[in-house]
């Protein structure tokens, strides 16, 4: 699903996301749009402007992140501004790209995302992460992550340091998929939706200081 109050640029992405194969099953203009259109649609992946007209975007994201959990929240905004992308990453986004991005790069992002990865800006991820360091001044006790196995302990290790997918496949020498299966499976015994909670989870416990 689209959402940009700008029609040529809600076109160019909708064009663009079909023709790298994606089905497209809503488009919006504006919050209430977005959130109205929402149910039906049933969207796996929101690509979603900030700035728009009536609830703006970090209210749709908890919106319709509060309506269906398991659904994507990409933000695809004219703004690099650090406020913002703290906003919508708490509000639940599992992305964040500025409008300068080239479309091979959306499009990516959009594959990564729907995959349960965690895409930024060059520079933006390193902010979130601090960000989550910084709200947690006192770690609680790792005692949940007794429920994990060793691999699943090892691969939410990295998750929290920040690293892709595609790099803790190769750190591990295992398959991409087999990294999103344990993720799955970690976020199902711990009772979240999406990398980034989980990540916020990892950096409470001090997971992320771990030593490799």
């Known amino acids: 699903m689209v959402v940009d109050d700008h029609p040529m640029w809600r076109d160019a992405v909708e064009r663009d996301l079909q023709a790298a194969g994606f ?24 690509v979603l402007d900030l ?5 703006n975007g970090v209210e749709v994201t908890q919106r319709v992140l509060a309506h ?38 959306l499009v990516a992002a959009v594959r ?22 910084r709200m947690s001044d006192a770690p ?9 196995t060793d691999r699943e302990t090892e691969i939410l290790k990295m998750v929290a340091k920040g690293m892709e997918y595609k790099l803790i496949a190769e750190r591990l020498v295992i398959s991409h998929r087999t990294v999103q299966n344990h993720v799955q499976n970690t976020l199902r015994k711990l009772q979240m939706h999406n990398r980034v909670e989980l990540t916020r ?5 001090g997971l992320d200081d771990d030593d490799e």
């Open 23 to 46: 089905d497209v099953v809503g488009v919006a203009a504006d919050g209430d749009q977005a959130i109205a259109r929402f149910p039906a649609a049933r969207p796996q992946v929101v």
């Open 51 to 55: 700035q728009i007209p009536g609830p």
């Open 68 to 105: 269906d959990p398991s659904a994507r929240v990409l933000i695809l905004s004219a703004s690099g501004e650090h406020a913002d992308v703290l906003d919508a990453v708490k509000a639940g986004a599992t992305g964040y790209l500025v409008k300068s991005a080239s479309r091979d790069e």
């Open 112 to 133: 990564r995302v729907a995959d349960g990865d965690t895409v930024f800006t060059p520079g933006l991820a390193g902010l979130v992460l601090g960000e989550f360091r």
């Open 140 to 148: 609680e006790p790792v005692d949940e992550t007794e429920q994990l």
């Open 201 to 205: 989870w990892a950096i409470q416990r």
